[in-house]
Every structure is written in structure tokens, then in C-alpha cells.
């Protein structure tokens, strides 16, 4: 059996055909798209196609912040590089800017939080995401944190 290598192929050392060893094997993979974080405290998550992405501010940030009362959204048709100011998160305590984890396209941005900044606080990294990014390349997200080094950071 030939298997194409990129850099996110696991090849078994053993094959086996024994459904338990093998959902065991399957579930240790991590998947590629899985969120990834910034420094910053931003987290993305690429689509299984990875043509686009998911943005937000982490749960920590959110709690760091305090009550949020105003979101500052990028713009839908906006380029940004990695690092670029997309918005703003005012809560009661300060105001923090919301950086872009990778280059690419805004696409769309979460229109709910206009009306209920709150829900960043109720479900930072589901319902109180920022924006929707179409992807310039995907590899970026690769230098970004996983949750257990991103976990490790915040604890320092």
C-alpha cells in the first residue's frame, strides 16, 4: 500500500485490521483542523476543507476582559495579513484590539454580537465568534498554538 506524505500523514508502523486497535489509532491523530490560538489570545478554527476559517477571542481573554459591552467587527471584503487589527472587544474593565491569527479575506462577521456583545462571555469559542475568514494558506495556522501549549501559556 503507497501513501502520499504531507507533512500532516501519520503512517502506521503496523497495520492491523482489528476494529478496536484501529478506532484506538484513529482517535490518537489529531485533527487538522482543530482550533488553534495566538499569543494574543485569539483562536481559529480551519473548515475540514480548509478554504476557510473561523475566528475568535479565547475563554480565557473572555474572562480576562470581564462583561462585554461593544464589538468592534472587521468589515466582509476585508484583506488582512496575519498580526492586522480585524476589531475591538470593550467590556467594562478595558478594551482590547482582535488580531487576525492568519492572512486571508473577511468573509463574513458574527452580526449577533451588535446586538448582544454579551454572548462573547456566554460562548467565546462558539456562538460569540468574530468573523469568518476565506484562507490564504492554510499552513499558517501550523505555527499557531494547539489547546495544550496554548493551555501551558496561559498558566505562566
Known amino acids: 500500500m503507497r501513501t502520499a506524505l504531507t507533512k500532516s500523514t501519520v503512517v502506521p508502523t503496523r497495520l492491523s485490521l482489528n476494529r478496536t486497535s484501529r478506532s ?17 489570545h485569539e483562536w481559529i478554527e480551519l473548515s475540514d476543507d480548509q478554504k476557510t476559517a473561523t475566528i475568535g477571542i479565547s475563554t480565557y481573554a473572555a474572562k480576562a476582559l470581564g462583561d462585554v459591552v461593544f464589538v468592534e467587527l472587521p468589515t466582509a471584503g ?26 486571508g479575506k473577511i468573509v463574513e462577521s458574527n452580526s449577533l454580537l451588535e446586538e448582544k456583545p454579551g454572548t462573547i ?21 501550523a505555527g499557531l498554538m494547539d489547546a495544550e501549549a496554548y493551555r501551558k501559556f496561559t498558566e505562566e
Open 24 to 40: 484506538r489509532w484513529l482517535s490518537s491523530v489529531a485533527p487538522t483542523n482543530a482550533k488553534r490560538y495566538t499569543s494574543a
Open 78 to 103: 476585508q484583506d488582512v495579513a496575519a498580526g492586522d487589527a480585524i476589531g475591538a472587544v470593550e467590556s467594562v474593565k478595558s478594551a482590547s484590539d482582535i488580531y487576525a491569527p492568519i492572512a
Open 121 to 141: 462571555n456566554q460562548g467565546p469559542e462558539s456562538n460569540g465568534w468574530i468573523a469568518k475568514l476565506e484562507v490564504s494558506n492554510s499552513e499558517e495556522a
